[in-house]
């Protein structure tokens, strides 16, 4: 049993190339349609994260800590929202570019409330995002929506932070 979970990962990807070759050979139609949108969604993330990875790292050399924790730590009150918010509307890429940014701040010293309203109006505020709907669903339909949504991003950010008190991003290497 031991040896299943050492090799879990090993295992799983062996079934997985086996499902997609035996899709191929017998012609089963979803299992071909797995591996194209398998390799889509990895040739997606090939090109995105690497730029990420790489902004994020410069982010962590060129920002003083202190910088971050004056703006978006304990103390900076409803500025520190408003930054995230405005940072968390040029994402672009979603959860898979905001997620490192996150993290980055954290460990740079923005508060947990903070942090975690960047990740929800990265999802809910992003620009491209913002200018598609409004073409199609109006204006007055995504004003609306930034205005109910933003605000209880803000107050469940607040409300979550409380419970992960003792709860850091941060991975130590102990």
């Known amino acids: 049993m031991n040896v299943l979970k050492k090799y879990k990962f090993i295992i799983m990807a062996f079934i997985w190339c086996l499902f997609i070759t035996l899709s191929y050979i017998i012609n089963f139609t979803p299992g071909k349609k797995i591996a194209v949108n398998f390799w889509e969604y990895m040739l997606s993330m090939a090109l995105i994260l690497p730029p990420v990875i790489v902004v994020t790292k410069l982010f962590e050399v060129w920002v003083k800590k202190e910088t971050v924790m004056k703006h978006l730590g304990e103390e900076s009150g409803i500025k520190g929202y408003f930054w995230v918010i405005l940072l968390s509307s040029t994402i672009v890429g979603g959860l898979a570019v905001s997620l ?6 954290h460990k740079k010293g923005a508060s947990m409330p903070v942090v975690l309203t960047f990740i929800g109006t990265s999802c809910v505020c992003r620009i491209p995002m913002t200018i598609f709907e409004a073409t199609y669903l109006g204006i007055e339909f995504t004003v609306i929506r930034w205005l ?4 209880l991003i803000i107050l469940s ?3 979550v932070s409380k419970f992960m008190k003792d709860y850091s991003l941060i991975q130590s290497n102990d």
């Open 100 to 105: 490192p940014v996150a993290v980055t701040l």
């Open 148 to 151: 109910i949504s933003i605000p």
């Open 157 to 159: 950010s607040i409300i």
